[in-house]
């Protein structure tokens, strides 16, 4: 069985810093095109976050986390992280991991497989 097992989260003052982990199972990350990190805030559509190309290692940000957020994966922990810094009240959300059905589909797929979600607040 497929499954994304997300941790880390919280509450953290602006300024701070988070780190998530989403652990799989049931499959391996390994050599997967695209792993997607999303985040949807209340009242607000899910958006993308970050994309990991697990088979040649580059990375994409959305404009707004870039130089602050790094997504990375390690392979022998079947593992993706994405760690969080300098965080504004604005990227309180809940986050999401997912990865395609397909392990070469794109970034731009649609995502078949999702983590349970973790909650990160920001306070001002």
């Known amino acids: 069985e497929v499954q994304l097992v997300q941790s880390g989260g919280g509450l953290v003052q602006a300024g701070g810093s988070l780190r998530l982990t989403c652990a799989a199972s049931g499959f391996t990350f390994d050599g997967y095109y695209a792993i997607g990190w999303f985040r949807q805030a209340p009242g607000k559509e899910r958006e993308a976050v970050s994309c990991?190309?697990?088979?040649?290692?580059?990375?994409s940000y959305t404009e707004s986390v870039k130089g602050r957020f790094t997504a990375s994966s390690d392979n022998a922990k079947n593992t993706v992280y994405l760690q969080m810094n300098s965080l504004k009240p604005e990227d309180t959300a809940v986050y999401y991991c997912?990865?395609?059905?397909?392990?070469?589909?794109?970034?731009?797929?649609?995502?078949?497989?999702w983590g349970q979600g973790t909650q990160v607040t920001v306070s001002s």
């Open positions: 997912a990865v395609p059905l397909s392990p070469w589909a794109p970034c731009s797929a649609r995502y078949d497989y």
């Open positions: 990991i190309n697990n088979s040649d290692g580059s990375t």
